[in-house]
């Protein structure tokens, strides 16, 4: 089992940038497959970018892609989502998820294990 924590959140301009962190407790971190998720006002969750166990492969929505980079370190139990150039629609929680495979990552269904989110809010 493994248990996650995000940070990172805040209120920043359109233009702007943030980095998510995700923080995972226990030591098979490195086995999951992980993604984040995010959630806007009234809207189903939406997958935002995903990384494999050993961070080999990435994988991004188009509504980010070329926006966003998904990186993690093993020997910290941590992953990152790095996002720039945010746009007001990219208000929304971010949930970090840890799946028990590596394969089939833009779904939602594969996750597991969820963190409690980071609000994310960009003004216009």
């Known amino acids: 089992q493994v248990q996650l924590v995000e940070s990172g959140g805040g209120l920043v301009q359109a233009g702007g940038s943030l980095r998510l962190s995700c923080a995972a407790s226990g030591r098979t971190f490195s086995r999951y497959g992980m993604g984040w998720i995010r959630q806007a006002p009234g809207k189903e969750r939406e997958f935002v970018a995903a990384i494999t166990w050993n961070g080999g492969n990435t994988v991004y929505a188009d509504s980010v892609k070329g926006r966003c980079t998904i990186s993690r370190d093993n020997a910290k139990n941590t992953m990152y989502l790095q996002m720039d150039s945010l746009k007001p629609e990219d208000t929304a929680v971010y949930y970090c998820?840890?799946?028990?495979?590596?394969?089939?990552?833009?779904?939602?269904?594969?996750?597991?294990?969820w963190g409690q989110g980071t609000q994310v809010t960009v003004s216009a």
């Open positions: 998820a840890a799946s028990p495979v590596n394969y089939g990552l833009e779904s939602i269904r594969v996750y597991n294990y």
